[in-house]
């Protein structure tokens, strides 16, 4: 069957300025990617031709790079989909139009899946990203798209099943050395894109054998699927750092769900008074990931982090122990 979807929404914005929304894709500092209520668009390298990566199950390469002009990504998942879907721009007078195009054939079992599941939270999901377009240009969009009855059951669905799915599969288990050519790689991937900072073997090595520190592995099944470093174990005051949480393939569930292990294992198992992170001002998700497990932004003096020909703003936020609940049992999720 052949597919051709189009969404288009015209800006009172110059070209460049909308242009630049497409050269943020993927990046830390994403400004069309509607990740605060989708999945995230990752790439395993920055936006090029021959980048690979995706967001959900849909996984895609870059074809065709314009830089604030277009791109355009061809399918490689799920099955049936052949074809391709990009954003571009399109200058008209003083205004400036951004537009989604998706063309494809569909077969197998992508001819019900199509219609019945993916077009729907697509549509959902692109106009979405023009709604952010518009606020990050600084035009919010005076009635903000909405989602269908459809759609929230679609998501309610998928949640469902995506939840299920790692219940009691996953574990965190001390990380050993056999398990630094994962972490290395994972976090390189992860810090070429300004997501976190980065270690040699020798620091990672080296703390490992501190007793300050706490290595963690996200186990499931059988695969490495993250990792964790706890940093104040010693503390005097009992107030321990969340250095670093990392999963390696995000937007699925997973990250929340080890977040709250580590919590727990935070008040529960090391008796923390305070446990604390920093996080990059403009990683929204994370931010809001964060906050909805109770953490809360400190106002301490904000921290600078110099990264390449640019300075990067860094939040404190913490959980003190009288926020966590002792009520609630703890491992509540099914990680040990």
């Known amino acids: 069957m052949r597919v051709h979807n189009l969404h288009e929404r015209v800006y009172d914005s110059d070209a460049n300025s909308v242009g630049a929304l497409i050269d943020s894709l993927a990046t830390s500092e994403d400004r069309l990617w509607p990740t605060e209520r ?110 269908s009855p459809y759609v929230r059951v679609l998501r309610a669905v998928f949640k469902a099943v995506r939840d299920s799915k790692h219940v009691n599969i996953m574990k965190l288990r001390h990380t050993t050395p056999h398990d630094l050519p ?25 703390q490992m054998r501190d007793p300050d520190y706490a290595y963690y592995t996200v186990q499931e099944r059988e695969n490495p699927a993250g990792y964790v470093i706890l940093r104040g174990l010693t503390s005097a005051d009992r107030s321990l750092e969340l250095k670093r949480i990392v999963i390696a393939e995000p937007g699925h569930g997973v990250g929340t769900q080890v977040l709250r292990a580590v919590i727990d294992k935070a008040f529960c198992e090391f008796l923390a008074h305070r446990l604390w992170l920093d996080v990059f001002e403009d990683n929204h998700r994370a931010r809001h990931v964060y906050r909805s497990l109770g953490f809360v932004e400190e106002n301490t003096p904000r921290k600078f982090f110099q990264n390449g020909d ?27």
């Open 38 to 147: 989708w999945p995230p668009m990752r790439l395993d390298q920055p936006l090029t031709v021959g980048a690979k990566g995706g967001h959900g199950p849909i996984r895609y390469a870059v074809e065709q790079y314009i830089s604030g002009r277009r791109v355009f990504f061809r399918f490689l998942a799920p099955r049936g989909f052949k074809g391709a879907h990009g954003f571009e721009v399109e200058p008209r007078g003083n205004r400036t139009v951004l537009r989604h195009v998706l063309q494809m054939e569909t077969s197998g079992l992508a001819l019900l899946s199509w219609p019945l599941v993916f077009r729907p939270l697509h549509d959902a999901l692109i106009e979405d990203a023009f709604d952010k377009a518009a606020a990050s240009i600084g035009r919010p969009a005076a009635r903000p798209a909405g989602w």
């Open 182 to 206: 994962f972490l290395l790689e994972t976090e390189k991937r992860f810090a070429r894109l300004g997501f976190v900072h980065s270690d040699d073997i020798f620091t990672h090595q080296q």
């Open 310 to 336: 640019r300075q990067r703003l860094l939040i404190v936020m913490s959980m003190l122990e009288s926020k966590h609940g002792h009520d609630l049992p703890c491992w509540r999720n099914g990680l040990r």
